[in-house]
């Protein structure tokens, strides 16, 4: 059975990136995935810096996500979208996940992992230019991203006071890409 980890780049109360993950969360379990869903605000670091890393150390509940990251075979991203590019609060944990400690491989908590990315935002494209940016560190960092995504527009709107979309087209979407991931594993494994 894969393991999948499920978290968004979004800390905010009722985040729509954090429901967005959620939705895709049940295609990924009926497809017979085990999966993790996260939510960032329950790990705050400090902002990288190599300075802290060689006085204190990884933080400790960097290392927590870390370790989340690695022993999870694929992951379900969603970010909101901060000036055309993935939110801060992602960056920042991709960047403290990725520091090798010890002897361990570079970048063992992404190196061969599947992952699937999607966005909401009000704007009228969604989050879709972030996805973009997100794609490429994510490949950079030797994670697979298969290429099927989603963006939900307006989402201040899209969603149902229960976390659900309005639209049952997007939601339909939504849970087929968590399908996809478990699927893809499942072949892999």
């Known amino acids: ?5 499920a978290f968004s780049g ?3 109360n009722g985040s729509y990136n954090q429901k967005l993950v959620q939705i895709a969360t ?4 009926q497809t ?3 999966v993790t869903v996260v939510n960032l605000a329950d790990y705050p670091m400090p902002i990288f810096n190599q300075d802290l890393e060689t006085a204190e150390g990884m933080p400790k509940l960097a290392r927590a996500f870390k370790v989340l990251l690695i022993a999870h075979d694929g992951f379900l991203i969603a970010s909101p979208e901060y000036n055309s590019a993935f939110s801060p609060l992602l960056k ?4 403290w996940a990725s520091r090798r400690e010890g002897d361990e491989l570079p970048l063992l908590a992404f190196r061969g992992k599947v992952a699937v990315i999607m966005a909401a935002s009000p704007s009228a494209l969604g989050g879709l230019r972030g996805l973009v940016f997100l794609r490429m560190l994510l490949g950079n960092l030797g994670i697979i991203v298969l290429p099927d995504q989603q963006a939900v527009a307006h989402a ?5 006071a229960e976390g659900y979309l309005l639209d049952e087209v997007k939601q339909d979407a ?3 890409l968590g399908m996809l ?7 892999l494994k």
């Open 156 to 160: 201040d709107k899209a969603f149902h």
């Open 10 to 12: 979004s800390a905010r």
């Open 174 to 176: 939504i849970i087929k």
């Open 1 to 5: 059975m894969p393991k999948i980890l």
């Open 92 to 95: 920042n944990a991709i960047d």
């Open 26 to 29: 049940l295609g990924a379990r």
């Open 32 to 34: 017979g995935a085990e």
């Open 181 to 187: 991931l478990a699927e893809h594993l499942i072949k």
